[in-house]
């Protein structure tokens, strides 16, 4: 199996090593480089990433729904208006007049991403985590050409160049162990999960509380995909998930309609809707309890169960919205120090498994 060894470095950042054992053997090669933050915050909060904005510590909500970054006033950062404006889809929701800003320098950990464009969201919440305040949302857009962790058991997120080589085939599987169960990501890059025999397009969402599903999946059968009409209303469900024993009993909050039940107005917006989010989802209950790993070079996710657990409680800090820019294309960030810095010679640390 391959283990994390993590051991706090300066600026914030963890250093990853792995451990290869006889069974699951693989050229170190395998992996290029790998750069790793702590997570902020505590149980009930959604990913928070430690970053700095022109020196300045701030956080920023990690999400899988937005596409880019997006955030509040950061004119006390330095942050420009470059006077572009750009519209986008909130919730389903599309609306006009957006302010892009730039921030004067955007750092995670010591990871420089340069002066990205950051759609100003009107009425973004004003949230802190400790002393650092809450000033935007990052996609994964940003890493498209890496794997990222998320590790909220543990409390770590990472980006990981893995190699394309072909002796690395099964490099994403062996890095998580024994027990992972891996689904392919569709265009939305929502996981394609049999749920009762039946595949299904399943949102992944730390930000949204609760694991969701729509009360006729939750009674429908693989020999016709019906819903079983005799069957009473419940409120929750347990799934048999085809093919991954470890996550098999993922418990479901059950709904009656298409719209999340945590959606809510913080941010103001107007237009017409193109259409409700879909309820099929894994939240934060989810990934409080699973080790997963967004390959999206190969357009796959790992899931391994986690018999860890954060022990601090938090301040249910999450993000529960959905955003698509449909303006100029701003997100594209100015990086600097790639590749990722190579994987830390093994060092005295953590080292039992998941």
């Known amino acids: 199996m391959l283990n994390l060894i993590l051991r706090t470095i300066p600026g914030l950042t963890l250093a990853l090593v792995v451990l290869i054992s006889p069974a699951r053997a693989q050229p170190a090669s395998c992996i290029l480089g790998a750069f790793t933050?702590?997570?902020?915050?505590?149980?009930?909060?959604?990913?928070l990433l430690p970053a700095t904005m022109q020196g300045k510590p701030v956080a920023l909500y990690y999400s899988t729904t937005v596409d880019g970054l997006y955030g509040g006033d950061i004119t006390p950062y330095a942050g420009e208006d470059t006077n572009t404006r750009t519209s986008l889809l909130l919730d389903g929701v599309k609306g006009d007049d957006?302010?892009?800003?730039?921030?004067?320098?955007?750092k995670l950990g010591d990871l420089e991403l340069g002066s990205p464009?950051?759609?100003?969201?009107?009425a973004f919440p004003a949230r802190f985590i400790g002393l650092r305040p809450v000033i935007g949302v990052i996609g994964p857009s940003f890493f498209a050409k890496?794997?990222?962790?998320?590790?909220l058991p543990h409390g770590v997120f990472a980006l990981i160049r893995f190699s394309d080589d072909a002796s690395c085939k099964t490099a994403r599987a062996?890095?998580?162990?024994?027990?992972?169960?891996?689904?392919?990501?569709?265009?939305?890059?929502?996981?394609?999960i049999p749920l009762n025999g039946i595949e299904r397009a399943?949102?992944?969402?730390?930000?949204?509380?609760i694991n969701t599903l729509p009360r006729a999946w939750a009674a429908a059968s693989a020999s016709d995909g019906s819903p079983d009409r005799n069957k009473p209303a419940t409120v929750q469900a347990v799934l048999p998930i085809t093919g991954a024993p470890g996550i098999a009993d993922t418990s479901f909050h059950l709904e009656d309609g298409t719209e999340s039940p945590e959606t809510d107005?913080?941010?103001s917006h107007s237009g017409e809707c193109d259409r409700a989010p879909p309820a099929a989802g894994l939240g934060l209950e989810f990934f409080e309890r699973h080790v997963v790993l967004f390959d999206y070079p190969k357009n796959t996710v790992y899931f391994l169960p986690s018999r860890h657990r954060r022990e601090d409680a938090g301040s249910a800090l999450r993000f529960p919205h959905r955003l698509q820019n449909l303006g100029p294309n701003i997100m594209t960030p100015s990086f600097s120090g790639w590749p990722l810095t190579p994987i830390y010679p093994a060092m005295v640390g953590r080292t039992q498994p998941f």
């Open 146 to 151: 890496l794997s990222v962790l998320l590790d």
């Open 174 to 192: 062996d890095f998580l162990g024994a027990g992972e169960a891996a689904f392919p990501l569709d265009t939305q890059d929502r996981a394609r």
């Open 98 to 106: 957006y302010s892009i800003f730039k921030p004067e320098r955007l």
């Open 117 to 122: 464009g950051m759609v100003r969201l009107n």
């Open 37 to 47: 933050l702590p997570l902020l915050g505590g149980s009930g909060d959604a990913p």
């Open 202 to 209: 399943v949102m992944l969402d730390p930000n949204r509380a």
């Open 265 to 267: 107005r913080d941010i």
